[in-house]
């Protein structure tokens, strides 16, 4: 069975950095591109960030461009995104999601709340 | 940017009645395009991809169609579980895949 856990999620100061990890199992890992989506409080959903399997390949929306790194441990079978610079608006639930593209699998998501 | 715009914003549908939900692209996405559903405190969950391919597990109420630029999603006869938001993506330029702002569907 596919699972997709999403953890570091928390209260980040308006210009502050934090670490979103998602560990998966039920699946070859390093087989699937993985992507990072965000759905701020009511809204929609917004693609934010994407990796190839073996991690070469990044791609980013430019709403986060040059703040936010996507990452991955294929030998931990973890998804990372690293958020700097953050902003008020980058106050959302973060789901990490297996295979681009679509996504046929999505973590339950983490809260980043960005507040002073 | 390919741009997506989902109508209605609210679509109010009877248990047993029929629903068309409507997605339309700034520009020719292919077929390359997916349909999600979204329940309160749930993650999105992969209905259709490939503009008419039901995901595995789908029922079979749910129906996909259009290519280019305008995509409708049928549901044939509602269910109570079906009342939900429904989103569209494009993924035409992959790895990128932009979403519409969604379509609520509530009982009436």
């Known amino acids: 069975e596919v699972q997709l856990v999403e953890s570091g999620g928390g209260l980040g100061q308006p210009g502050g950095s934090l670490r979103l990890s998602c560990a998966a199992s039920?699946?070859?890992?390093?087989?699937?591109?993985m992507t990072w989506v965000r759905q701020a409080p009511g809204q929609g959903l917004e693609w934010v960030s994407a990796?190839?399997?073996?991690?070469?390949?990044?791609y980013y929306a430019d709403s986060v461009k040059g703040r936010f790194t996507i990452s991955r441990d294929n030998s931990k079978n973890t998804l990372y995104l690293q958020m700097s610079n953050l902003r008020a608006e980058d106050t959302a639930l973060y789901y990490c999601?297996?295979?681009?593209?679509?996504?046929?699998?999505w973590g339950q998501g983490t809260l980043v709340t960005v507040s002073s | 940017e390919i741009v997506m715009t989902q109508s209605p914003a609210t679509l109010s549908v009877s248990p047993g009645e029929r629903a068309t939900l409507s997605c339309r692209a700034s520009?020719?996405?292919?077929?390359?395009l997916a349909w999600y559903q979204q329940k309160p405190g749930q993650a999105p969950r992969l209905l259709i991809y490939?503009?008419?391919t039901r995901a595995t597990g789908i029922p079979a109420r749910f129906s996909g169609g259009g290519s280019r630029t305008e995509f409708t999603l049928t549901i044939s006869s509602l269910q109570s579980e079906d009342f939900a938001v429904y989103y569209c993506?494009?993924?035409?330029?992959?790895?990128?895949?932009?979403f519409g702002g969604g379509t609520k569907v509530e009982i009436k």
């Open positions: 039920g699946f070859t890992f390093s087989n699937y591109a």
């Open positions: 999601a297996k295979g681009v593209p679509p996504p046929d699998y």
């Open positions: 520009q020719s996405v292919s077929s390359n």
């Open positions: 993506q494009q993924y035409n330029d992959w790895p990128r895949g932009t």
């Open positions: 490939a503009a008419s």
């Open positions: 990796v190839s399997g073996n991690g070469d390949n990044t």
